[in-house]
């Protein structure tokens, strides 16, 4: 359309010229964006002054026509509600945003445009499309794909005076939040949130115009997310200033409103918990100097909690924040919390289920001093662990003749262990290369200083425990005694041990490891003239071996074919065809098929087994191909199921 693609790429007198004459305003181009949102993501006050100034004049002229007053019509939707909602949903001043069919918010679907034929439409249909209004009663219009309104791109795109035109100008909420519709949930962004992903100066020149303009950091979604929280766990510690100046009275209340979730157990969630786990010292110093608290739950979390009707108590269910930073941040965090005056015998939400339950619970009982206790033993644990020597393999490998002593060679166990001893050549060729080479050298420069940032955490971590004692605090058995029998492998005296590889360097062996799906483990003793008559093509010998008990007395019961090597997972059928021996091969997929058969269960059909060599025929093949134009050649195994049953015996 000739208006949007001078809103793109024009002038501002080309787009005056345009609007003169008649150009429709309302028209949407692929997305469903607007005139204003093209004119909001140019980032031109000319262009959009005219655009809307039209509108405004169109609005009037339409008003008229129709013997309306047109000081009946504002630029905005206002909200339709009734003002005994305006409570509900409160919390000392948060104000709650609802989403749904009511919503001003809500996004048009669809943005397929079908294009007539001009020669169809009737001389009535182009009148009332020349009738139709061009201009916009709410400018607060979103997209059709995305649900964006000018505000939102002009935020984007980062044009603080689009935004303050918008705002001053034409009285467009700063307040509206892009909300998006999926799955019946609503994805809530606030308009200052949009306002974080430009560089530092640009978003607090963003975040200062709209707070000046009417944003406010305690508008929330449905879980009470504010605006605030939202900007604590994307932004920088410095656009707190802006909050804090702009919007004072707001974000000092904001900032002590938790967030609560959904689940089968609720969360209550405080934005300085979130700088706690998310963010460095200079979040959780800005937000404690400014009115943050560090005695949860106060009284007015208890009313808040009370008003959302949950089951459990509040204790139960808000994560406190020197236990978040026990658990996740630097021991500076902690003793920075500890010394504005957190309690140092503070619990964990399990310890506080564990206390208020009046059966037995699986929960934990853990204080402070119980989460670093548990986090200076893990510590040490991973220190033992990089602390061991990598040395060089070429001492543990003796000669062939060592492992080959006593074998007979053209034998199955004699060829197994040469090709054990010529993998482990090569996989000790490769690891002396490796541990000769320069990037080998570098990873262990860097194992050091990882040892040695974890031996500083440890050691500061020792202080912060000492810090504690020092203030009274005590681990969760000693405060509670009769819940000694949850809390006791809290502290690390009984915690399971880290499991980690073991890097002990251990001699060459040949491993002769059999195992079975159904028993485990097997005696190699026993399995490995199995595996030689496999390797020879002896199908008699094979068949006496798991036909016949291998003992005298008959108590030993059969061999297994389904038995393999532990390590390297070959079994009898893969040796047979590895030697060629197909016949044998076959033999082995009949009586495994048959051994499958469960003892209960009456067999109608049964396999029959054809191992074919080199096979390039299928079925979707031509049959002009010849054998040099295949490079399928190979072993396949093919097989017909035979049904011998006909006849049911008794319906």
């Not at 007198?13 to 909001?40: D, M, Y």
């Not at 909690?305 to 236990?323: D, H």
């Not at 996989?427 to 320069?438: M, T």
């Not at 029959?608 to 002009?624: A, C, I, K, L, T």
Request: overall charge negative; proline content about 4%; glycine content about 6%.
């Amino acid at each position: 359309m000739p208006l949007h693609l001078a809103i793109m790429c024009g002038t501002p007198e080309i787009v005056q010229c345009l609007v003169n004459r008649g150009a429709r305003l309302v028209s949407r181009v692929a997305g469903g964006f607007t005139s204003p949102h093209l004119a909001a993501a140019r980032g031109d006050v000319r262009i959009l002054r005219a655009i809307l100034r039209k509108s405004e004049a169109n609005q009037v002229e339409y008003l008229e026509k129709s013997n309306k007053n047109p000081e009946t019509a504002g630029h905005n939707i206002e909200s339709d509600g009734d003002d005994d909602e305006e409570g509900e949903g409160e919390f000392d001043g948060i104000s709650v945003m609802r989403t749904g069919p009511q919503s001003p918010y809500a996004a048009t679907q669809g943005s397929m445009v079908i294009v007539t034929d001009p020669s169809k439409v009737t001389m009535e249909e182009q009148n009332d499309e020349e009738d139709e209004p061009n201009f916009y009663d709410n400018l607060g219009v979103i997209s059709w794909d995305i649900p964006l309104s000018p505000l939102h791109v002009a935020i984007l795109n980062g044009h603080v005076d689009i935004v303050n035109c918008l705002a001053t100008e034409f009285g467009v909420d700063v307040n509206q939040p892009f909300v998006k519709k999926e799955y019946s949930q609503s994805h809530v962004l606030f308009s200052m949130l949009l306002a974080m992903h430009h560089p530092f100066e640009i978003s607090k020149a963003l975040l200062q115009t709209l707070l000046e303009l009417g944003a406010s950091s305690t508008q929330a979604d449905m879980q009470h997310l504010t605006a605030f929280y939202s900007l604590v766990m994307v932004g920088e510690s410095r656009l707190l200033d802006a909050i804090f100046k702009f919007d004072g009275p707001a974000s000092h209340l904001a900032i002590n409103h938790p967030t609560v979730t959904t689940d089968w157990r609720p969360r209550a969630v405080l934005p300085l918990t979130t700088a706690v786990r998310h963010k460095g010292i200079a979040m959780i110093e800005k937000s404690l100097d400014n009115g943050g608290t560090l005695s949860v739950p106060t009284e007015c979390h208890r009313r808040f909690w009370a008003r959302q009707g949950k089951m459990m108590k509040i204790e139960a269910c808000m994560v406190q924040l020197i236990v978040k930073a026990a658990e996740f941040s630097t021991p500076v965090v902690v003793r920075k919390l500890l010394d504005a005056g957190a309690d140092p015998n503070t619990m964990t939400i399990d310890a506080y289920a564990l206390l208020d339950s009046d059966f037995g619970s699986s929960n934990n009982g853990r204080t402070v001093l119980d989460v670093i206790g548990a986090r200076k033993d893990f510590l040490k644990s991973l220190i033992q662990h990089r602390s061991k020597p990598i040395t060089s393999l070429n001492a543990e490998l003796k000669s062939d003749a060592v492992y080959l002593d006593g074998l007979m060679e053209g034998t199955f166990e004699y060829s197994f262990v040469q090709k054990d001893l010529a993998m482990a050549k090569i996989a000790v060729e490769v690891i002396e290369n490796e541990l000769n080479s320069k990037r080998f050298t570098e990873a262990q420069q860097q194992e050091k200083q990882k040892a040695d940032g974890i031996k500083h955490e440890i050691g500061a971590l020792e202080k912060v425990e000492q810090a504690l004692k020092a203030k009274g605090g005590k681990i969760f058995a000693e405060l509670h005694p009769t819940h000694d029998g949850n809390a006791h492998v809290q502290h690390g005296r009984d915690r399971m041990p880290l499991v980690l590889d073991d890097t002990t360097l251990k001699k060459f062996e040949i491993n002769y490891t059999f195992t079975d799906q159904d028993v485990g483990d097997l005696d190699m003793k026993q399995y490995l003239p199995l595996f030689q008559a496999a390797w020879d093509g002896d199908l008699v010998r094979v068949k006496q071996l798991t036909t016949e008990p291998q003992a005298l007395n008959k108590s030993s019961s059969s061999l297994q074919l389904t038995a393999m090597h532990k390590v390297r997972l070959f079994d009898p059928f893969t040796i047979a065809v590895a030697q060629g021996h197909f016949k044998l091969a076959r033999a082995i997929l009949q009586d495994v098929e048959a051994q499958q058969v469960q003892a209960d269960t009456k067999k109608t059909s049964c396999k029959v087994y054809e191992v074919v060599v080199d096979s390039n025929v299928n079925d979707y093949s031509s049959s002009g191909e010849t054998d040099d134009d295949s490079d399928n050649d190979g072993v396949g195994v093919h097989f017909n199921i035979v049904n011998d049953q006909q006849t049911i015996d008794d319906v």
